[in-house]
Nanobody
Framework: QVQLVESGGGLVQAGGSLRLSCAAS????????MAWYRQAPGKQRELVAT???????NYADSVKGRFTISRDNAKNVEYLQMNSLKPEDTAVYSC?????????????????WGQGTQVTVSS
């Protein structure tokens, strides 16, 4: 089993910063693409940023220039540095990872989700 555990959420004033972390644990062959999603009350889940295993990144237009996604492959940790936060960034942020496991002579690929962490930005 593979688990993702997020940390770093909280309450911050507009213009402030937060850093989210997502740590993977368990038994796996590799962690591939990783991502951060968010979901605000009454809204659909939104893809915030992605990062490949080699470090290539993509961002939603709404966070470009303010958020930075990164990862430490040696520690199996993904980060989301959020600067210049706005009230509209308020949401539950969840990390996602594509995982490869090797079992009984075969490779298995599947997605794993974290439990989510609340980010609240006050105006």
């Amino acid at each position: 089993q593979v688990q993702l555990v997020e940390s770093g959420g909280g309450l911050v004033q507009a213009g402030g910063s937060l850093r989210l972390s997502c740590a993977a644990s368990g038994s796996f062959f590799s962690i591939n693409d990783m991502a951060w999603y968010r979901q605000a009350p009454g809204k659909q889940r939104e893809l915030v940023a992605t990062i490949t295993s080699s470090g290539n990144t993509n961002y939603a237009d709404s966070v470009k220039g303010r958020f930075t996604i990164s990862r430490d492959n040696a520690k199996n940790v993904e980060y989301l540095q959020m600067n210049s936060l706005k009230p509209e960034d308020t949401a539950v942020y969840s990390c996602n990872a594509g995982v490869t496991r090797f079992s009984r002579g075969r490779y298995y690929n599947y997605d794993v989700w974290g439990q989510g962490t609340q980010v609240t930005v006050s105006s």
